[in-house]
């Protein structure tokens, strides 16, 4: 009964930080226009193995966000922006319950209770579960493969053990889907700080590990399986050589300290309470702790940087930190408890009230639907950026445009085109850089001419139409 009164609180409690305005248009987060526009374009031409944006492959990421998203869609027959983000929310909700599973595993019901609630009201965690990205899917499948972990270190029974080992390769092979390797290093830090002698937990034995393994495998070994049936070997080998994966996406990288800025901010409020660790006499070492502390390190050594990277890092901080403000007593718990009360409510005031004050309008909307307004009807376009991927959403939301009615060069927009096409064409840029582009329409033998200019945060923006396609 208690472990049922304990799981709706953080049901309501993710109720009330994640639904209230989540379907707002007033901001679009970074990339989460193009994971929406990837789902849709999914919905609507029903593939679900290859990923496509702007009617081309996209192989930045596997599916596995975007099959759930296109499924929402569908399901509901809606293009809301809401039904983008659910698989988010319902991630955070999977990763706080998890949490919950792992706090009551390894140090009873009240650091579990306030570890799943504290989760729910930390900034950066509630954050990404409002915006349709895989991050939050990722670290999901993160959490729950370590707690199938624990659950199964800590059963006697054979049968049990192996479900639960089942468990966690399942998830950590959902989590290496969508996101990569990060997903075999968690359910290693479980094993190595959890299990072993003092502990409740055993270390899987060599079955046990198989098990694991097979089932670790099943979603990557499976999407890859169904790419070379269906003869889209050439996509699985451009995912696994794409450069964030290669290169450790270099082209943010940032010094080792950057991430000491973002962890104290994001992970307010439970960051106030990291002088408990400080104040002695100190207690004893969570496993949780070392698993939040090792992670932290890799991702500083890592040269890319980006705060997102800390959503998987957020629930075994959460754990550790509750795990200190239950060590330290009741008033501890009392300011805890109070901080995360605050912080809960304070969510559904900043999205529903704040947020629309601060910024009434998506600037990147706005000029997406000027663009349509003011165009031919039959128009494709050609857009410089993150325009392009707003006008193909907004356009394939109305039904006025198709999956590859948009794109980012202008040869591929003419190669669509059948001999002698009357649709028109419309390049929007920079002037700047349309000016680059002149001398190669001219070598074309496209006339053109400007069909209006617009700004959009400051910067104009010029909507030039193609004449002469064919």
Do not use: N
Request: overall charge positive.
């Amino acid at each position: 009964m208690r472990t049922a009164s304990d799981v709706a609180l953080v049901v309501l409690t993710a109720a009330v930080v994640f639904l209230p305005a989540l379907g707002q248009e007033h901001s679009w987060s970074s990339r989460e226009l193009r994971h929406a526009l990837i789902s849709l374009e999914m919905a609507a031409t029903g593939e679900q193995l290859v990923p496509r944006l702007l009617g081309r492959p996209y192989a930045d990421k596997p599916p596995t966000f975007h099959v759930a998203a296109a499924a929402a869609s569908r399901l509901v027959g809606s293009d809301s922006m809401l039904f983008a983000r659910l698989p988010s929310v319902l991630a955070g909700l999977v990763g706080a319950l998890s949490v919950y599973g792992m706090g009551r595993l390894v140090h009873g019901r009240l650091v579990a209770r306030l570890a799943a609630v504290g989760l729910l009201s930390v900034f950066g965690y509630v954050r990404m579960a409002r915006i349709a990205r895989p991050d939050m899917l990722f670290g999901a499948a993160i959490a729950l493969a370590a707690f199938g972990l624990l659950l199964a270190m800590a059963s006697r029974g054979s049968r049990d053990r192996a479900l639960g080992f089942a468990l966690a390769g399942a998830s950590a092979g959902l989590a290496v889907l969508t996101k990569g390797p990060y997903g075999l290093l968690f359910p290693a830090m479980v094993v190595v700080f959890a299990a072993g002698p003092g502990t409740r937990f055993t270390r899987p034995r060599l079955a046990e590990w198989a098990v694991l393994a097979a089932a670790l495998a099943i979603a990557p070994g499976g999407w890859a399986l169904a790419l070379a049936l269906g003869g889209q070997g050439d996509h699985l080998s451009q995912v696994l050589l794409q450069p964030d994966l290669v290169s450790g996406a270099s082209r943010h990288a940032r010094s080792v300290t950057w991430y000491l800025g973002p962890v104290l901010l994001s992970s307010l409020p439970l960051s106030l309470f990291l002088w408990l660790w400080l104040r002695p006499p100190r207690p004893p070492a969570s496993p949780f702790a070392w698993i939040a502390l090792v992670l932290l390190v890799v991702l500083s050594l890592v040269p890319g940087k980006r705060a997102h990277y800390l959503v998987p890092w957020y629930p075994f901080a959460a754990l550790a930190v509750c795990a200190a403000v239950g060590a330290a007593g009741d008033r501890a718990r009392q300011l805890a408890a109070a901080a995360i009360a605050a912080s809960v409510l304070a969510v559904p005031f900043y999205y529903g009230f704040v947020l629309p004050l601060y910024q009434p309008h998506e600037p990147l909307r706005t000029l997406a639907d000027q663009v349509l307004a003011r165009s031919p009807q039959a128009s494709r376009f050609v857009c410089e950026g993150s325009l392009a991927e707003a006008v193909a959403f907004q356009g394939l939301r109305s039904g006025r445009l198709r999956p590859g009615d948009v794109a980012r060069e202008w040869v591929h927009t003419r190669a669509a085109l059948p001999p002698g096409a009357a649709q028109a064409v419309c390049l929007v840029f920079p002037p700047s850089l349309f000016r680059d582009w002149k001398g190669a329409l001219e070598r074309a033998d496209v006339r053109t001419r400007t069909l209006f200019d617009a700004h959009f945060e400051g910067d104009p923006v010029r909507v030039v139409i193609v004449e002469d396609a064919a």
